[in-house]
């Protein structure tokens, strides 16, 4: 097959080669026609809107729909927001939270996440923060877990439901903010708890019982995976229940501020936990609302984790200059798995650092939904082979142990 490829590859090579030699204007306009015709395709048909459902009745096939939610749900620059779900073949449901970022105040507010950014590349300072309308990648960029194609995929025969993020607040906020920035102002409707609350609610409707539900969630969507798992098990009471989030976890006193003050997510009344330091680990330890629940809660970081490190210098306003604030949040993240594995929760982790780039010190961000989920791998076990063994089998598997060992740098404010 890869022979094919290449004899293939060289060919049409050989052809462009020859019609250039041979009338370059007439083959350079070819070229031209082409490539654009692929960016028309990739962009709008690639990466076009699924058909359209209102409920699960509607689908027949195991494609990707689009469901609009109605007048209460908006992204954060006023434009339409809606979900995505995947019929599956089993009783078992994935809902997943998205990641994209965050802002929080003038200066990040006016840097949303732009596909001409990427030409930028990697640098030590965040140069864009937040996906501030539905992005095209959803859901057609969708790998991983969310393969169905992939038949050693444990989770293909799952009902799917997505839930984008574009409203820079954790999922969470409920308000719209005016910030100010060099002059200009910038509207920001922080609506993440109302875009879930009508994802929650569609999703009991067309999925009243479920055998197995896995609740998960990356990057800014792997803390609303921990946010909103009591609540979704509080629904599904003769479900079994898991929560995995995958690249959770920066330490910083501005969080209060931040999701109370700033996003007015009310957290004690509507997340049922009390905000510290550690977003994560108070959403899990801090529990407010004395209910008793059965929940496996999964978490995965890479150690030198590229954005997130990025993340917690912006918020804390370290300095990017030199390999400390990455070390730093190492140290944290060691520091906070461990707190986490001894605390008396069903609790595993996956603590790796696979793919650790020398250069810029860094290792990649999430692996749940990516090309990663079926390379990264802990203690020689692959990140894929890790959840499986942990939700469809049901076996207790933590992995990375021996990366806890040096806690020593770990800056945690009382």
């Known amino acids: 097959m890869k022979a094919a490829k290449w004899i293939g590859a060289a060919v049409i090579g050989a052809a462009i080669i020859y019609g250039l030699y ?27 809107r699924p058909n359209h459902v209102a409920g699960l009745d509607e689908i027949t096939d195991h494609k990707w729909h689009t469901v609009d939610l109605g007048e209460t749900t908006v992204s954060a620059d006023g434009s339409s927001y809606a979900m995505f779900v995947r019929r599956g073949t089993s009783n078992n449901l994935v809902i997943h939270f998205s990641g994209g970022g ?18 930028r590349g990697y640098t030590r300072d965040l140069k864009m923060f937040y996906f501030n309308s539905l992005t095209r990648l959803f859901p057609a960029a969708l790998a991983g877990m969310a393969n169905r194609r992939d038949t050693t995929n444990a989770f293909r025969d799952w009902n799917f439901v997505f839930v984008p993020y574009s409203t820079g607040d954790m999922h969470v906020g409920d308000t719209t ?27 009991y409707a067309n999925f009243p019982a479920a055998d197995k539900v896995m609740v998960s969630g990356e990057s800014a969507g792997a803390w609303a995976s921990a946010c909103y798992v009591p609540q979704i098990a509080d629904h599904y009471t003769d479900a079994k229940l898991y929560c995995l989030s995958d ?35 108070d ?27 990025r993340f917690g210098a912006a918020l804390n306003h370290t300095s990017t200059e030199t390999d400390g604030f990455i070390d730093d949040w190492a140290a944290n993240t060691r520091a906070s798995i461990t707190r986490l594995d001894q605390s008396g929760l069903h609790y595993n982790f996956f603590l790796t650092d696979w793919g ?59």
């Open 283 to 309: 959403a899990l330890l801090h529990r407010s609302d004395g209910a008793t629940r059965t929940i496996k809660y999964l978490h995965s970081n890479t150690l030198y984790d590229d954005t997130l490190t």
């Open 177 to 203: 903010n005016t910030y100010s920035h060099n002059g200009k102002t910038i509207t920001i409707h922080h609506n993440g708890r109302n875009n879930c609350k009508a994802v929650l609610d569609w999703v």
């Open 22 to 48: 041979t009338n370059a204007a007439v083959t350079a306009a070819a070229i031209g026609a082409v490539l654009v015709l692929g960016f028309l395709y990739v962009y709008f048909i690639y990466f076009g």
């Open 247 to 281: 690249g959770a976890g920066i330490v910083t006193e501005r969080w209060r501020d931040i999701v109370d003050t700033t996003w007015k997510a009310d957290s004690a009344k509507t997340l049922g936990f009390d905000i510290g330091t550690d977003l994560y680990e």
């Open 356 to 414: 650790h780039k020398p250069g810029k010190h860094t290792t990649e961000h999430t692996l749940t939904t990516n090309e990663f989920y079926n390379k990264c791998t802990a203690d020689g076990v692959l990140f894929s082979a890790w959840i499986k063994r942990n939700v469809i089998d049901d076996e207790d598997l933590s992995l990375g142990h021996e990366l806890l060992a040096s806690t020593t740098r770990a800056r945690r404010p009382s």
């Open 102 to 119: 965050a802002c929080w105040d003038g200066e990040t507010a006016a840097r949303p996440i732009k596909p001409i950014g990427a030409v």
